[in-house]
């Protein structure tokens, strides 16, 4: 009966009658509240800093009006906008995303609702490497200029694909389970952790700096970074959500899901490339930032359910969003200066998840 | 005779790549419409030959047959819409609800569409008012009981409508009630154009149920046949070195009683 569904399922389910419909009419609404939150989220986000709070109607007109002079002559609101908070913005949304559809890709995977996408090592290998860069000006052998934007950024990137095939590798000589890719991502995460922190005790006085690195935040992004975020995210999410229906059928067991017709092994592993590379262009940018692809798809699931059909562009809509209402906090929890965004979404996701442990647990463990 | 065989297995051999030959030259041809039981020892290579059949392991030499055709140049999905598989063990899913995973069972036929049609749903269904799980469609498979939990997964290679169900120690977790229940589904399920073999190591239970008995031993074929006349204390002895008391109820019915193993425990 209808009129018994409380008003939050009516919303997520229509009057739909058959499973089909009602997921249909999920996807439509994810759609709908994917695109309205996220337009939302992004204009609070080009009106409210630090530096100065504009009207939504003076934060687009300068965004606009600074897009058609083509970056010439600009006033200091046009600045403010095209310069620091649009490619902020940006930078938010595609790291939400990206870390979002990289966790629930790798929860599905490794078939354990809890895991986020730095078990594999990313993170730890990112830092590392990151670290060397800003605190030992190490720059690959002169690949790059001490002072490229680029530096630590391609440092992170080097760093996080390099601890994930130290862990492909010792999972696979180890049977390629779930639990050796678990079990090997540990030990590699605490190998690079291990160096990193030596690292940082011989940092000297630019230890704040690889702290605040450790920590992440979107405050340093420039629009060219911004822009190279959103389009890798872009790329690797649209081909991983192609794939949302395999990812169910991973969900049963690699036999089961073999013998339904799918090259588990080979799947398995393009994925978790796609998966690894996209967490990897995320951290690149603004650090490590925890806790974000391990809370949202679970909060997607609890809305909308299990199949991957749906947590997947879920994981889309409210990925984004989420995460510029976590780099808005950040901004603005203090007046003197800014808090690194990834504490305060470890603060958030910390209770979250140890709720989840404990409520949900058990239907997890099997 | 005429017909063509639903399954013909020619001259099976399979050796794995640390020199085991588990199944060796096995050949047997089954007709559609029956409840075949495998039966032997752990080790006997029934897993393993039910593998081959579903191409989840490459095969040594010989060649499968379904409907006349080789399996062996058939691609993963079209195995998958001809053979479906119920494992043994579960491995443990999130996330998913018992709805969502029997739906999994249409994943053969979806191509490249995005969802199931109405007619899939239809179908899911009207299976799960059939295994008596309709009402659990929207729990969480892991919350299930055991017995609960196999007929969703037999409900689930039912809609894969395959001309062959492979099902594995079916009963193997499940007491007595559940072991009568889950028989009791595979026997209905058997239709005109379906044949399911289970794997099973309750004999009493298969003669029982079954239409058609195969009996393994070592990698080799020792029997087919109709259970009644197959099982026999002579062959109980031989397949499983167990001295055993075959009878007869009163509605006719076979029961295995093992008394004394006879073998040698090193071997």
Known sequence: ?366 | MDEVPLLEVRNLNKVYENGYHADKDVSFSLPSGLLVGLIGPNGCGKTTMMRCINKMHSITSGDILIDGESVLPKTPAEVARLVSNVPAEMTASFGLTVFETVMLGRYPYLQNMWWETEEDESMVVETLKKFGVYHLQDRALNILSSGERQRVMIAKAYVQNPRLMLVDEPTSHLDMKYKLDVMEYLRAMVKQDMTILVAEHDISLMARYCDLCIIMKKGELVAIGDPKKVITEELIRDVYDVEASVGTDKDGEIFVLPKKFIGDYSL
């Open chain 1, 1 to 366: 009966m209808p009129e018994d569904k409380p008003f939050l399922k009516k919303m997520i389910d229509g009057d739909g009658e058959t499973h089909i419909e009602i997921k249909r009419h999920r996807s439509k609404v994810i759609l709908l509240l994917g695109i309205v939150l996220t337009v939302i989220t992004a204009i609070v986000s080009l009106c409210i800093g630090q530096t100065a709070i504009l009207s939504p109607i003076d934060a687009l007109s300068s965004l606009f009006s600074a897009i058609s002079k083509s970056g010439n002559g600009l006033t200091n609101e046009e600045i403010l906008i095209i310069e620091d908070r649009l490619p902020r913005t940006l930078a938010t949304i595609g790291v939400g995303i990206g870390l979002s559809i990289a966790g629930a890709t790798y929860q599905a995977l490794i078939r354990n609702p809890l895991v986020d996408p730095y078990i594999m090592g990313v993170s730890s290998g990112a830092g590392t490497f990151a670290i060397a860069v800003i605190s030992f000006d190490f720059t690959f052998f002169g690949l790059f200029s001490i002072h490229s934007n680029y530096l630590s950024a391609f440092a992170a990137i080097f760093g996080g694909l390099l601890a994930f095939g130290i862990t492909m590798l010792l999972a696979h000589r180890a049977g390629a389970t779930t639990n050796a890719y678990v079990l090997s991502g540990v030990v590699v995460g605490l190998l690079f952790g291990a160096v990193q922190t030596i690292l940082l005790k011989f940092s000297g006085h630019k230890v704040t700096s690889s702290m605040s690195w450790l920590f992440g935040s979107f405050s340093n992004v420039s629009l060219e970074q911004s822009v190279i975020i959103m389009v890798a995210v872009a790329i690797l999410s649209s081909i991983i959500l192609t794939k949302a229906k395999e990812l169910n059928l991973v969900l049963l067991g690699e036999n089961e899901a073999r013998q339904m017709g799918l090259n588990v092994k080979k799947f398995n592993t393009i994925m978790l490339i796609l998966a690894s590379v996209l967490a990897a262009f995320c951290v690149a940018f603004c650090g490590i930032i925890g806790f974000v692809g391990l809370v949202i798809p679970h909060l997607c699931r609890m809305l909308f359910g299990g199949d991957h059909r749906l947590v997947m562009p879920a994981s889309i809509a409210f990925g984004g969003c989420l995460m510029v209402i976590a780099d808005l906090v950040a901004r603005m929890a203090l007046n003197t200066q800014e808090l690194p965004v990834g504490a305060i979404t470890t603060l958030i996701g910390v209770p979250v998840f140890a709720y989840l442990l404990i409520k949900r647990g058990k239907i997890y463990n099997g």
